[in-house]
């Protein structure tokens, strides 16, 4: 890949291509960027051959690595065994046999400390000045490029985010939490009573199929020749068999069939989106309020961009002038330093040539007596001073050359692309001074912070005109209308029909005549810690609602869930007396037209409904078939 075509676009691409020009360079065997973190005062690893990010630390001021850094002066050591300096136990940072090394602090111009650059032993012989003279222009090339970034101050961050993660997580929704705790009570009585309803439903269903059957019994006459009774209902196709018994046929058909399971929770909202400041600023103006609806693209607050205007014009006269610079460097060879460098070397030459005539001509006449030998003797010393211009001008010529090596063609691109991401940064937030919200829902206050009206990266509590902000500082948090999730709870028995991906209905008091349609998005894999029946956590989230149903529910209702549990469209449902039980297995007895006695065919079944009194055969019968209900 040609240099003037890589744009790093983050810190590892740009370190690795730093390691990477050093090695090339330098002929070392190893090269290890360390950065520094000032809140802990260590270095750590973020690029090197095998070795793994943050594997390696020093503190600042321990081993070599720590002293470059807080002396701020650079270390160059031919042989480490030969070094009194050199511990072993510290510097020994990586699974090479360390024989020599570089080592060289990155800071910018402010004597700020931002990392060091170590080069491990040098593949032929050991390191010299002039590698030492390269590295050293390649740290100040990297203090400037990770400080004209904000590459470094999100790496710095990471490790605190990275800890506060799971507790942002946890108070993200701290201000829902306490508008929901009552709530919360509610779904849970509503849960309790559904159960009820759900068990009272399923011992009264119970009861009225053993009424029927009981009503059956005693009011349909029985076959003299039967021990059990045969139920032949009036207009029913029958079937008599060769012993006079007389049985109900049954054609088996497909139809749909679904095994719903039923539980209740409270709308939440799907996701909760932040949103933050872009740049250090002063509110300009303040289009929302806290607690009410906002649409997707509605404005939500305007910054005072005059001061990063500034800046952007700024960056983009740089980034013009560094690219400038760069085509100038990369076409050298036939600039106007590299001509007049020509120029003066032919000129120097053409000199020489005539210094040259002169002495021959000098030579003859004063062979003939016509001049001095002093003017013999100036002729010839006008040779060795035209001479000495050509050296200089050769000289010249090669200086002028380097200024425009491979070297000088890697930092000129270096501080364009520099100038070029900071032109595009400054640009994204200038057309981020408006603040759009990015979803549509409810807009509410962020996690509460001590620190007043600002807080660095924090949370800013009052969103008034006027108030200065820091950058990256949350003004509000907004909860996502476009979708809903419903948290509940299922029993151990019900919890392994639950996967991800079921379809479900939402019903619910406060939005009659609305439904809501989604799918399982979570099931738990751990039971709840309660003294009751082992209860496992089950999240629903809600397809994308259309206007007329956002505008019909609010966070906080009460909302049925019908989780579709099973569905088969070409179901082979079986009345339940239609299937024998024996030692042997599952069996019906199938009609063939024309046989005088049914035959017994044995069957896999499926799911069965309680409350239709039926049993899906997955097996053993086609469509089309006719059987006898015994």
Do not use: C
Not at 39 to 50: I, S, V
Not at 144 to 171: A, C, P, Q
């Amino acid at each position: 890949m040609e240099l003037d075509q890589y744009k790093p676009h983050n810190i590892n691409e740009l370190l690795d291509l730093i390691v990477d020009r050093i090695t090339r360079f330098t002929m070392a065997e190893n090269v290890i960027v360390y950065l520094y973190d000032a809140d802990d005062q260590m270095l750590f690893n973020r690029a090197g051959k095998d070795i793994e990010v943050m594997e390696l630390q020093f503190p600042l001021g321990k081993g070599l690595v720590g002293k470059s850094l807080d002396e701020l002066r650079p270390y160059i050591i031919p042989d480490v065994s030969k070094d009194k300096d050199f511990d072993p136990k510290v510097d020994t940072v990586a699974k090479d046999q360390i024989k020599s090394l570089l080592i060289v602090p990155i800071s910018n111009e402010k004597k700020d400390r931002i990392g060091v650059i170590e080069l491990i032993n040098k593949k032929e012989g050991a390191f010299t000045h002039d590698d030492l003279t390269f590295v050293e222009a390649m740290s100040a090339q990297a203090g400037i490029s990770i400080e004209n970034t904000v590459l470094f101050g999100e790496l710095l961050t990471t490790r605190d985010r990275e800890k506060k993660l799971i507790e942002e997580i946890k108070t993200q929704n701290s201000d829902l939490q306490k508008a929901f705790m009552q709530l919360d009570e509610k779904s849970q009585k509503i849960e309790e009573t559904s159960k009820r309803i759900r068990k009272v439903r399923n011992i009264g269903f119970t009861f009225i199929g053993v009424v029927v059957l009981i009503i059956f019994y005693f009011l349909w006459p029985s076959s003299s020749s039967s021990s059990s009774p045969a139920y032949v209902p009036t207009k029913a196709p029958t079937f008599s068999t060769e012993q006079g018994q007389t049985y109900e046929r049954y054609t088996v058909t497909p139809q749909p069939v679904t095994l719903p399971l039923t539980t209740s929770g409270i709308l939440q909202p799907a996701q909760m989106v932040n949103v933050f400041a872009p740049f250090a600023g002063i509110i300009k103006d303040v289009n929302f309020q806290f607690g009410s609806t906002v649409e997707k693209g509605q404005k939500l607050i305007e910054l005072d961009s005059t001061k990063i205007e500034s800046e952007y014009r700024t960056a983009q006269v740089d980034e013009i002038k560094k690219k400038q610079d760069l085509l100038k460097i990369k076409n050298w060879e036939k600039g106007s330093k590299m001509t007049e460098a020509y120029r003066s070397l032919a000129k120097a030459e053409d000199e020489l040539a005539l210094a040259k005539d002169e002495y021959e001509s000098s030579q003859l006449l004063y062979n003939k007596g016509a001049i001095s030998k002093r003017d013999l003797d100036a002729a010839k010393r006008k040779i060795a001073s035209s001479e000495d211009a050509l050296l200089k001008a050769n000289e010249s010529l090669e200086a002028t050359r380097q200024e425009g090596n491979p070297q000088e063609i890697l930092f000129k691109d270096y501080d364009w692309q520099n100038a070029k991401l900071k032109e595009t940064q400054l640009k994204g937030k200038l057309e981020r001074a408006i603040l759009y919200s990015p979803v549509p829902g409810v807009a509410i206050k962020p996690l509460a912070s001590s620190s007043g009206s600002k807080d660095q990266g924090g949370v800013v509590q009052n969103v008034e005109r006027g108030i200065s902000v820091a950058e990256d500082a949350i003004f509000l948090s907004i909860a996502d209308l476009s979708r809903l999730s419903v948290s509940s709870t299922v029993d151990e028995i019900e919890v392994n029909q639950v996967r991800p991906g079921q379809d479900v209905t939402i019903t619910g008091d406060g939005f009659k005549g609305v439904t809501l349609h989604g799918e399982v998005t979570y099931v738990s894999s751990e039971a709840k810690s309660s003294g009751r029946k082992p209860q496992f956590e089950i999240k629903v989230t809600t397809d994308p609602l259309t206007d007329e149903q956002r505008k019909a529910v609010k966070l906080g209702m009460s909302a049925y869930l019908s989780i579709n549990t099973y569905t088969n469209p070409n179901a082979l449902m079986v009345p339940f007396r239609a299937v024998q039980i024996t030692r042997e297995g599952k069996f019906v007895y199938r009609i063939t037209e024309g046989a005088t006695q049914p035959e017994k065919v044995q069957v896999e079944t499926g799911i069965t409904t309680p409350v239709t009194g039926t049993v899906e055969i997955v097996n053993g019968l086609n469509s089309g078939d006719t059987i006898l209900l015994l």
